[in-house]
C-alpha cells in the first residue's frame, strides 16, 4: 500500500499561470515534506521542503502547502516558466527512521 | 564542486554476471542511499547507510548488496541479476543534519 500518492501522473499548465502539484500521505507521524525536481536524464534536485509544524513555506516562486487534518501537501509555482517542465516528485521522511518514501512523480509540462 | 557521482551511467548485461555500480560523494555526507525508479512507482529505497560501516535495508533490497568501508563511497553490487532489476538507479548522499539529499546521475541498468 503506498504511503504517499501524487494522483496525477501529469499536468500542462500555461506559460504565466499558476501549477499547483498536489501530493497525498496516509501517516500522521511523518516529520518533514520534501519535493524534488527531476529533469530527463538527471537525478533529482531538491525544490523546497516544510517540516510538520508549519503549513507554509515559501521560496521565490515556489510555496508548500502542508494540510495535516487532511494529510495532504501541495507545492504551488507561480507565475509559470518553460524551464519548469519536469517530473516533480514529493517524498516524506520521518525523523526516528532517516527514509525518505516518494510518490509517483508528476510530469509538468509549462506551453508557451 | 560538490557532487554525487556513478559509474557507469549505462550498463547492458546478462542474467547472472555480477555487476557493482559505484557510487561516490565528496562532500563527507554520513548517509548514503541507494534507490530505483521504476515507472508509476517513483522511487524505492534499495539500502541506505548512516555511517561508514553502518548499512540497512530499504524497502526493496532482495537480490542486492551494499558495502560502506569509507565514507565517500557507497557501491551497489548485483551478484546475480535478473530481468527484473532493469532499472534506473540512483545514489543520494546528504549531511547527518540535514534532510535534503544530493542524487548521483542516475545509473541505467537493463538485465537481458
Known amino acids: 500500500d503506498q504511503q504517499v500518492k501524487q494522483n496525477s501522473p501529469s499536468l500542462s499548465v500555461q506559460e504565466g499561470r499558476i501549477s499547483i502539484l498536489n501530493c497525498d500521505y496516509t501517516?500522521?507521524?511523518?516529520?518533514?515534506f520534501l519535493w524534488y525536481k527531476k529533469y530527463p536524464a538527471e537525478g533529482p534536485t531538491f525544490l523546497i521542503s516544510i517540516s510538520s509544524i508549519k503549513d507554509k513555506n515559501e521560496d521565490g516562486r515556489f510555496t508548500v502547502f502542508l494540510n495535516k487534518s487532511a494529510k495532504h501537501l501541495s507545492l504551488h509555482i507561480v507565475p509559470s516558466q518553460p524551464g519548469d517542465s519536469a517530473v516533480y516528485f514529493c517524498a516524506v521522511f520521518m525523523d526516528s527512521n532517516y527514509q525518505l518514501i516518494w510518490g509517483a512523480g508528476t510530469k509538468l509540462i509549462i506551453k508557451p | 564542486e560538490a557532487q554525487v557521482t556513478q559509474n557507469p551511467r549505462y550498463l547492458i548485461t546478462v542474467t547472472g554476471k555480477k555487476l557493482t555500480v559505484t557510487c561516490s560523494q565528496n562532500?563527507?555526507?554520513?548517509?548514503m542511499s541507494w534507490y530505483r525508479q521504476d515507472p508509476g512507482l517513483g522511487l524505492r529505497q534499495i539500502y541506505y547507510?548512516?555511517?561508514?560501516?553502518?548499512?540497512d535495508k530499504g524497502d526493496v533490497p532482495e537480490g542486492y548488496k551494499v558495502s560502506r568501508k569509507e565514507k565517500r563511497n557507497f557501491p551497489l553490487i548485483l551478484e546475480s541479476p535478473s530481468p527484473n532489476q532493469t532499472s534506473l538507479y540512483f545514489c543520494?548522499?546528504?549531511?547527518?543534519?540535514?534532510?535534503?539529499?544530493?542524487f548521483g546521475p542516475g545509473t541505467r541498468l537493463t538485465v537481458l
Open positions: 562532500m563527507n555526507h554520513e548517509y
Open positions: 543520494a548522499s546528504r549531511p547527518q543534519e540535514s534532510d535534503e539529499q544530493f
Open positions: 501517516n500522521s507521524m511523518f516529520d518533514y
Open positions: 547507510s548512516m555511517n561508514v560501516e553502518v548499512t
